[in-house]
């Protein structure tokens, strides 16, 4: 039976967050837009480090970090609102070295490449791909996954498998709702192809944060002392849940509209997710 307890939303993340030695911070959605930083969720990670507090960054995107902390200096994110950086690219590295003896294919955009700086690997075309690794569309301004249909059909008979770096199905930029690698992998499992994904809501991701957290806070450190915060039903808020981390869940264009923010909206987003449930929320992160 659902939980159909009202999610209390909070005026401050203080009320839950303050006292926690860390935080793990979602990035897109939270952080930024894509486009632009929200303050407020900036100053709050500062105000937190100022206390003591420790803040890594979690995100699905598929680039290594050093690529990703490039993307928030230019987007206005000041480097004293966090202390390190993990994301789903991060860890596709290492799957993608797992499988380097293979013929590997990007699908994705020009942009993520760095994903691929240094690996040992052999990238090949879609015709001769043993292993597919989807960091996206390569257009998710003009593109739906049904672009991708008849490609993921040729890669489907040759019985690829396909390393999703990126398990978001769709994120907020700017006022805009774009489809990610997750919305590609879900349609080639739906076909009948094998996906594997790295990031969020999968534990390896949350393994090495925390591995971050108890170098820097202490090895004693208990995932009690952590708060998760994220925009992401399926991807942040269950992640957490299912590693054992309470959460926070910030609001976002992708599950409800900032007119549409009351408790009972809020508490219904999750009515068919009861295992994905937040400790409360915000409409967006501020101190």
Known sequence: MADDRVIPILESIRDVGADRKAWLVDIWGVIHNGVEAFEQSVTACAAFRKTGGFVVLVTNAPRPSPSVVEQLDRIGVQRDAYDAVVTSGDVTRGLINAWRDRAIHHLGPERDVPLFSDLDIKLVSS??????????????????????????????????????????????????????????????????????????????????????????????????????????????????????????????????????????????VFTDHPEARPLAALPRLRW
């Not at 498998?161 to 006022?175: F, Q, S, T, W, Y």
């Not at 805009?176 to 499992?189: K, N, Q, R």
């Not at 944060?209 to 450190?221: E, W, Y």
């Open 127 to 268: 015709i001769d791909a043993e292993i597919i690794v989807c960091t996206g569309l390569e257009n998710d301004e003009v593109e739906t996954p049904e672009t991708y249909r008849r490609t993921l059909e040729r890669l489907l008979r040759r019985r690829a498998l396909m390393i999703c770096a990126n398990p978001d199905k769709k994120v907020e930029r700017g006022n805009t709702i774009v489809y990610c690698a997750g919305a590609l992998g879900a349609l080639y499992e739906e076909m009948g192809g094998d996906t594997v994904y790295a990031g969020k809501p999968h534990g390896p991701i949350y393994e090495l944060a925390m591995g971050i957290v108890r170098d820097a806070c202490g090895a004693s450190t208990q995932l009690s002392d952590v708060l998760a915060i994220g925009d992401g039903v399926l991807t942040d808020i269950r992640g957490a849940t299912d590693f054992g981390l309470q959460s926070v869940f910030v609001g976002s264009g992708i599950h409800l509209s900032p007119e549409d923010w009351t408790p009972e909206a809020v508490t219904s």
